[in-house]
């Protein structure tokens, strides 16, 4: 009787555990959807993802804000809020805003971001 409460709480464990590993690779970031976004949004126009174009790559800015316990609000501002960036010649414009409303989407794009500086 021992062995089969034991066996059935070890198969209860096993299927609870193999859930948690497919979950984790559920909400896992979609690289690939994350550059097609980049690219119809226009952010691949100035950024290249790993150098300089017309502003900084966008593992440049991954790594400048690595460790800020802020950083995902940071660049979710920053996509989002249309504020003034400067450029290395001088030249002043308003960052596009992303034109998708999909948070999960846009979730994605930061996330991607944010790991490149890794």
Do not use: P, Y
């Not at 966008?58 to 995902?72: Q, V, Y």
């Not at 992303?98 to 500086?117: F, P, V, Y």
């Amino acid at each position: 009787m021992k062995i089969r409460k034991f066996a059935f709480a070890a198969s209860i464990s096993g299927l609870c555990a193999a859930g948690l590993l497919l979950s984790a690779d559920a909400l896992a970031l979609d690289a690939d959807a994350a550059q097609a976004l980049a690219k119809k949004e226009g952010c691949t126009k100035c950024h290249a993802v790993d150098k300089k174009k017309e502003a900084k790559s966008l593992t440049e800015i991954s790594k400048s804000l690595k460790g800020k316990a802020d950083a995902e609000a940071k660049l979710l501002h920053h996509l989002t809020s249309g504020e003034m960036v400067k450029f290395e010649d001088g030249k002043e414009e308003e960052h596009k805003i992303l034109k998708t409303k999909d948070k999960a989407e846009i979730k994605n794009l930061t996330d991607w971001i944010l790991s490149l500086g890794k």
